[in-house]
Nanobody
């Protein structure tokens, strides 16, 4: 299996940008499609975006499209999530996850999860 550790979260003002990183260890990262999710207090975990095993294709949730960039470097065992034009409603814990099959957009589609990194956007 693969172990995932997120980093890069923090406190940022509205309009700013953050780049989150997900470091993988264990099995080869290129074996997995990778997704990003977020969970705000009192809300369900929601899909943000995903990237294919090779990194050739990405998929973003419509509500955040244009503000997100997901990338991966399989040689360095990392996946990144760039969020631009941050809004207070982006405040959440952000998680990376690894999927064995396909390019899912649901929590159930992902087998492995990191512990999450907190992003707080001030107005």
């Amino acid at each position: 299996q693969v172990q995932l550790v997120e980093s890069g979260g923090g406190l940022v003002q509205a309009g700013g940008s953050l780049r989150l990183s997900c470091a993988a260890s264990g099995r080869t990262l290129s074996n997995y499609a990778m997704g990003w999710f977020r969970q705000a207090p009192g809300k369900e975990r929601e899909f943000v975006g995903a990237i294919t095993r090779s990194g050739a294709s990405t998929y973003y949730v419509d509500s955040m499209k244009g503000r997100l960039t997901i990338s991966r470097d399989n040689a360095k065992h990392t996946v990144g999530l760039q969020i631009d034009s941050l809004k207070p409603e982006d405040t959440a814990v952000y998680y990376c996850a690894a999927a064995n099959f396909g390019l899912p957009n649901t929590v159930r589609g992902y087998a492995y999860w990191g512990q999450g990194t907190q992003v707080t956007v001030s107005s």
